[in-house]
C-alpha cells in the first residue's frame, strides 16, 4: 500500500490512558500541502478543535499530530497552552513552522493531557519519521475501535499518477455532523485550498455525515485533508473530467472509512444500511433515514436477528415527515415486509437473512415521490452498554 | 384504596399474546362522564387511537376498555373493525351507547387482534364489573412493565370529597408527546369537558410529556380522563381556588404516574431527573434536559455509575441551545462535579453517590438566565438490550 508522494507517517507509545499501546500518531507532508477540515458542530469544543480552526485560515499545513486516550476538552486555558505546546514541540522536531502543525485528540474529557509523557513521545514522532505504514497510523489514533480503519485509492489525471490514503477512527458518540470521529485524508493531488475545501465538505456530507452509531455528537470530531501537489498532476479545476474523477475518488475513501466506522461502532454486531427513497424531498428522505438509524429499538431487533418492522414504521411515523401508512413499503435485502402498510408474512424469511448476514440493508418506500437518502448505522448490543458503562473504570 | 365515586373495574384473561396473565381491563362509570384525551403525535396511528380521536369529539364517555399484547397497529380495515367490535362487544355487556366506549391497545404491531380469544373475555370484563382494584386494572394493561403503576389523591372541593385514581403503563417507546403509554385518569369532581381537556393537556406536558425513555414515540399513546361528577362539588370553574385544588391533584397524580414510568424504564436500574437551569428560555431548557436525557452515553455511564461529565457537557454542546462553556456548572445530587466549564475534583465523591441511590438528580446550570426545566429518564442496561432484542421471540 503505497502512501501518496512526500507523506511519511510515524507512531509512538505516551502511555496517555494506559502503556501498552501506540496512542500518538504523526503525518508529515515533505512539500507545503493545501489543508482543509471539516470539524464538530457540537458548541463545546475541545482545545485542538479550536486551535485547528485558527490555523486552517490559512488553508496550509505539513504535519498533523494526533493523540488517543485524552480529548483535551473542557480543560481551559492550560488545555489551549497544551495544544500549542503539543504542535510547537512537533513543528521543533520536524523542523517546520509550528502554524503548520494541525493537531487532534481524543479521549476522556476533562483531564489534562499528561504532557510530562507526551512531551517525549512527540520527539519520538519527529525522529521517527517514515517509520510506520498506514496501518500503524490508524492503530495510533484508535480509541474503542476494534479494528484499524485505512484505506487508499490510485487515479490517473493528466497523465500522473495520483495517491490518495486515509485513516479513521470510530467509534461510540458516532452522529452526523461528525462525532468522535477523526479522520485524515493525504493526497499528492495539486489542487488549491478551495476547491480542496469545497470538495471535502461534500464528500463529508455525504459518508461520515450519513454515519450515526448512538445519536451522540462528540467535542472533538475532526477530518482533516492534506493536498501536498508532488503528484504533479495539472492543478485541478471544477468542470473538468479530472475534477470529477478526483471527487470520486475522494468520496469512495470516505465513503468506505465511515462505512468502517458504522461496522465499528461500538459492540456492534452488523453494519445496517438504512435508505428511505419515494421521499417527497431529499429532505424528508434523510430525516425518515436517521429517526430509524437511530431507533434504539429498531438497532436492537435487529440485533436479535428480529424483523421488526412495526418499529420502523413507528420512526417513520414520528421522524416528522410526509408520510401516508397505506403506501409504505418496507424490504430487508430483497424481502418486502411491507406492502402498502400491511404485514406482508415475510418475517421468517428475513430473519433468516438476518441470522445469516454481517451487513444488511433496510428500504423504505414512501412511494410519495422521487427523493431517496442512504445512511449508516450499526445494530445495538448488550455490548454497546457494557463497553460505555466501563469506560472510565 | 377508594376509587373515585361511580367507577368500577374489571380485568379478564385473553391470552393475546400468552396465557397466564390478566391481559385485559376494563373501567366503567356509573354515570355519564366528561371524557378529555391527549394521543400520539405518531403519524402512523392504531387502530384504537383513530376510533378514540373521532369519539371524543362529544366530550363524554362511560368505559374504557384496554388489552396489552397487540397494539392493533398497520392492521388495514380489518384493524378498525376489531377496534369497533371491541367497543361494541364491550358496550353490550354493560348496557351502554357504543359511542361511549374508549378503546386502548398496546403490544406487537401488524398482527390482527386474536378476537376469537378476545370476545369471550370482553364479555367476563363486563360480567365481572367491579370485581378488580385499581392493582389489578394497572396489571392488566402491563406489557414489558415490571411492576403495575397507579395511584390516587383525595381533596375537598366546595365541601366535598372529590377522588382521582389513574393507571399507567410503561415502559419502552416512551418518548415525549408520549410513547407506548396507556394512561387512564378517573375523578368524581364535576367538570366541564373543555375545562377538563385543558387541565388535561397542561398537566400531560408537565408529567408524561417530560419523560423519555429511549426516545422512540409509539403508535399508540393514550391518555384519557373521566370525571363523572358523583362528588357533587360545585362545577369547577377556571380562576378559582378549587380550581388551582384540582389541578394540583391531578398535576401530582400524572407526575407521579409518569415517574413510575420512568422508573420502570426497559432494563432500568436507576431513575434520573434531568434538571437544567439558568437557561436563557424554557424552550433551551428543555432541550438541554431532553438532550441529556436521551444520550444513550450519559446513561449508560449512570448505569455503569460513573459520573462521565464530559458526556454531559457534550450533551449540552450539541443541543443547539445557548451555551457559554466558562459558565456551565454541572451537580449530581449536591455534589459539583464542574465549576464554570472545569473539572471540580469531586468524580469519586459523586460515583460513591451513584453506587449508593436508585433514583439520582443531574443539574446543570448553565448561568445564562432563569428559565429552567426538569426531565425524568433512567439509565441504560444491557437488560434494555436483550429486552428489546428478544421481545417477539
Redesign the interface.
Known amino acids: 500500500m503505497e502512501l501518496p508522494k512526500g507523506f511519511l507517517l510515524s507512531t509512538a507509545e505516551a502511555a496517555i490512558k494506559k502503556p501498552g499501546r501506540k496512542d500518538m500518531a504523526l503525518i508529515y507532508s515533505e512539500a507545503d500541502a493545501a489543508v482543509a477540515g471539516v470539524f464538530t458542530?457540537?458548541?463545546?469544543?475541545g482545545a485542538p478543535v479550536k486551535l485547528d480552526i485558527e490555523r486552517i485560515r490559512s488553508g496550509r499545513g505539513r504535519a498533523i499530530i494526533a493523540n488517543s486516550g485524552n480529548?483535551n476538552?473542557?480543560?481551559?486555558p492550560q488545555g489551549m497552552m497544551d495544544a500549542s505546546e503539543m504542535a510547537a514541540l512537533c513543528a521543533g522536531g520536524l523542523g517546520i513552522s509550528e502554524e503548520l502543525v494541525y493537531i487532534a485528540s481524543t479521549g476522556?474529557?476533562?483531564?489534562p493531557l499528561p504532557m510530562d509523557r507526551m512531551r517525549p513521545a512527540i520527539k519520538t514522532l519527529a525522529a521517527n519519521i517514515g517509520k510506520s505504514n498506514l496501518e500503524d497510523c490508524a492503530r495510533g489514533i484508535m480509541t474503542t475501535d476494534t479494528f484499524p480503519k485505512f484505506g487508499t485509492k490510485k487515479i490517473r489525471l493528466s497523465g500522473k499518477e495520483v495517491r490518495l490514503a486515509g485513516v479513521a477512527k470510530g467509534s461510540?458518540?458516532i452522529?452526523p455532523n461528525m462525532a468522535t470521529m477523526l479522520s485524515f485524508i493525504m493526497t499528492d493531488a495539486a489542487i488549491d485550498k478551495n476547491t480542496l475545501k469545497k470538495l471535502l465538505k461534500a464528500s463529508a456530507e455525504k459518508s461520515f455525515n450519513r454515519v450515526t452509531v448512538?445519536?451522540?455528537?462528540?467535542?472533538s470530531d475532526t477530518l482533516l485533508i492534506m493536498a501536498n501537489g508532488l503528484a504533479k498532476n495539472v492543478p485541478l479545476k471544477e468542470g473538468t473530467a479530472d475534477y470529477e474523477k478526483f471527487r470520486s475518488a475522494l468520496d469512495s475513501v470516505t465513503f468506505e472509512l465511515a462505512r468502517m466506522i458504522a461496522r465499528d461502532g461500538e459492540g456492534a454486531t452488523k453494519l445496517i444500511q438504512v435508505v428511505v427513497k419515494g421521499a417527497k424531498s431529499e429532505k424528508d428522505a434523510l430525516k425518515g433515514a436517521f429517526a430509524i438509524a437511530?431507533?434504539?429499538?429498531v438497532k436492537?431487533?435487529i440485533?436479535?436477528n428480529?424483523s421488526?418492522?412495526?418499529?420502523i414504521?413507528?420512526?417513520?411515523?414520528?421522524a416528522g415527515i410526509d408520510?401516508d401508512?397505506?403506501r409504505v413499503d418496507i424490504f430487508l435485502e430483497k424481502v418486502k415486509l411491507?406492502k402498502k402498510?400491511?404485514?406482508n408474512g415475510k418475517d421468517e424469511e428475513a430473519n433468516l437473512v438476518l441470522r445469516n448476514r454481517s451487513e444488511v440493508t433496510l428500504t423504505v418506500n414512501l412511494n410519495l415521490g422521487s427523493s431517496a437518502e442512504r445512511v449508516l448505522t450499526c445494530d445495538?448490543?448488550?455490548n454497546?452498554?457494557?463497553i460505555?458503562?466501563?469506560?472510565?473504570?
Do not use: F, Q
Open positions: 458542530t457540537n458548541k463545546i469544543k480529548a476538552v473542557c480543560t481551559g476522556v474529557i476533562g483531564s461510540g458518540m452522529h448512538d445519536g451522540d455528537t462528540s467535542t437511530h431507533s434504539p429499538l436492537t431487533a440485533y436479535g428480529d421488526n418492522w412495526g418499529r414504521m413507528a420512526a417513520i411515523g414520528y408520510v401508512e397505506s411491507v402498510g400491511r404485514p445495538l448490543s448488550e454497546y452498554v457494557k460505555n458503562a466501563e469506560y472510565r473504570t
